[in-house]
């Protein structure tokens, strides 16, 4: 079975805060048929991102699909809330590094 | 046709906007120019800041910046004869900002010659208030934030209040021309007009969360930039005021996911514009149709309260390390310098004396998050130190920076020095540190009970 790298096949792979105490995950597609492939592979799971940053699932807040937007989202409480000692991303706009070689099965 | 045009200049009232989009934008005779003043986007910090505390020229260059933006926007308001409408002036809206902004506009005012009726409206809430409310069961934590405690509330500088669209159309209903607010649920000030003109509550609070953004929701993207919305029975429009942006679906549905955890739900004082339903459509090259926002009223009436207290002070060294014996001893260079700073002084307290280490490199950008272990050929060390004093955080700071310097690992043969520093002085206080300690949903029954509102002949 062949994948496909989200930084590939999505338009938009972001982080940014929910507020200063969240974290939260857009993953954007500008093709209908792409999007649907992705979201029927099933990937996008509170597992993955326990898996990808190495958190416990309850600081997995949510995961949602967005039919209009053709995009997925996920939010994960932060460990350090933004700008107070010992936080490294004030905005939070720089966690996503990880999504962009997450695999998607493809046929 | 039946329609309210809004202006958005800029994302907030501080980062500027080209000259030509504002004068594109007046061309299409907007209704309303509406602009927001700030947003928690920067931390605590801004929310937290005392005059004479430390720091504050952070704030004085906030408010040069809002000057620039200000200036043109009062006088194209005042000489088209539409409301200018600003809210969480001053970045954070608590008093002490608002009065910045007021400043700035009476300035501007006077140069100008600018004749006009004000309204201002504080955000600052009473401190026993929140107390009180405590007390009664009716304050909740917004997401994975502690319980607020009355000790916690003491704690806090100061806290305010987000308010909804409802003290916008009191002041507008008493004629203002300007209003001046602090700190305001971003989507407030921008559908104040549409919903007093008997305009659609979904649309218009879907309309006015996309505008407060500026042309952020355009391709490309800009903070910096203006957006025209058009809202009209069944739908609104939006387009970018510079010719050189458009809106595409995408671009516009991107937006409505921005910086909130539930994509079909925006949450609001009072309820929530439901987007189960909505679609993004090209009405032409440079605009996009969007439909099927509804609004759905809360069981009650809710208000976010936000509050940043001070924790300490701090002093940061920043450390370059090329060496590759010492890259690879980095942690050893670490833990030696916490265990002789433990050592030097042991009478600190660890809970109000905290050292942090962030090596960018390697885990600076994401710390416990980044699963890469990849080692780079150069990396920056930077120390963090606070304590409640400046001179501690800069005494202890400089000791565990000077260790790093000159601790000897096994296999070192570049015996100088571990550490290229780039500036003289070499640790660098960086001013008071805060904390966000409040940001919870205070039961209020009145929409008007904590946002009391000023009229002034300018």
Known sequence: MTTRKLRDIASVVRSKNAGPFELTFDVMFDDVEIYEKVKSSGVFTSELFQRLYRVEPHRVLSVHCFDPALSFKATIARSISSGTAGDSDVFGAQQHAPLLDVEVPWN | ?458
């Not at chain 2, 005059?51 to 620039?68: D, I, M, V």
């Not at chain 2, 505008?211 to 429009?237: K, Q, V, Y």
């Not at chain 2, 439901?274 to 439909?291: G, M, N």
Request: proline share 7%.
């Open chain 2, 1 to 458: 046709m039946d329609e309210v045009r809004v202006l958005s200049p800029t994302a907030i009232l501080g980062y500027g906007y080209p000259a030509e989009s504002l004068e594109e934008g007046m061309s299409r005779k907007p209704d309303v120019i509406a602009v927001d003043g700030g947003s928690t986007d920067g931390g605590p910090y801004y929310l937290g800041i005392e005059p004479g505390g430390g720091g504050g020229g952070q704030a004085s260059a906030f408010l040069e910046f809002l000057a620039r933006d200000m200036g043109p926007l009062l006088e194209a308001a005042v000489r088209a004869d539409v409301p200018l409408v600003v809210g969480s002036a001053g970045f954070a809206g608590a008093d002490l900002h608002l009065m910045g902004a007021l400043s700035v506009l009476y300035r501007h005012a006077a140069e100008k010659k600018l004749n006009f009726k004000l309204a201002t409206i504080h955000a600052e809430v009473d401190k026993e208030y929140v107390k009180k409310k405590i007390r009664a069961g009716q304050v909740e934590p917004l997401g994975p934030v502690p319980e607020l405690t009355e000790a916690e509330v003491d704690k806090t500088t100061r806290i305010v209040a987000q308010m909804g669209v409802e003290p916008f159309v009191r002041a507008l209903e008493g004629g203002a021309q300007v209003v001046i607010a602090g700190r305001a649920n971003d989507p407030s000030m921008f559908s104040a007009l549409p919903l007093m003109r008997g305009f659609d509550q979904g649309l218009a609070m879907h309309m006015a969360k996309i505008l407060e953004c500026g042309a952020i929701a355009a391709s490309p993207g800009s903070g910096s930039d203006a957006m025209l919305g058009t809202l009209r029975n069944d739908h609104f429009l939006l387009e970018p005021m510079a010719k050189e942006r458009r809106c595409t679906t995408l671009s516009v549905a991107a937006h409505s996911l921005y910086e909130k955890s539930d994509p079909t739900k925006l949450f609001g004082p009072g309820g929530w514009v439901d987007l189960s339903d909505v679609r993004f459509e090209q009405s032409d090259e440079r605009t996009v149709k969007v439909s099927g926002s509804r609004y759905e009223k809360a069981p009650k009436y809710e208000l976010k309260i936000e509050g940043s207290k001070k924790i300490g002070y701090r002093t940061i060294a920043v450390c370059g390390i090329r060496d590759p014996a010492a890259i690879a001893h980095v942690d050893e260079l670490i833990a030696s310098a916490r265990e002789a700073v433990a050592r030097q002084y042991p009478d600190l307290d660890p809970e109000t004396h905290r050292l942090f280490f962030h090596v960018y490199g390697r885990n600076g950008v994401m710390g416990a998050l980044e699963p890469s272990t990849h080692v780079p050929h150069e990396i920056c060390l930077l120390l963090e130190v606070v304590a409640p004093n400046e001179g501690i955080a800069t005494t202890v700071c400089g000791f565990a920076r000077s260790l790093i310097l000159h601790h000897g690992f096994d296999g070192r043969i570049s015996t100088a020095g571990n550490i290229a520093a780039p500036f003289s002085p070499l640790d660098i206080p960086a001013g008071p540190v805060f904390e966000f300690n409040v940001y919870h949903l205070v039961a209020e029954e009145d929409p008007h009970a904590l946002f009391p509102i000023d009229f002034a002949d300018v």
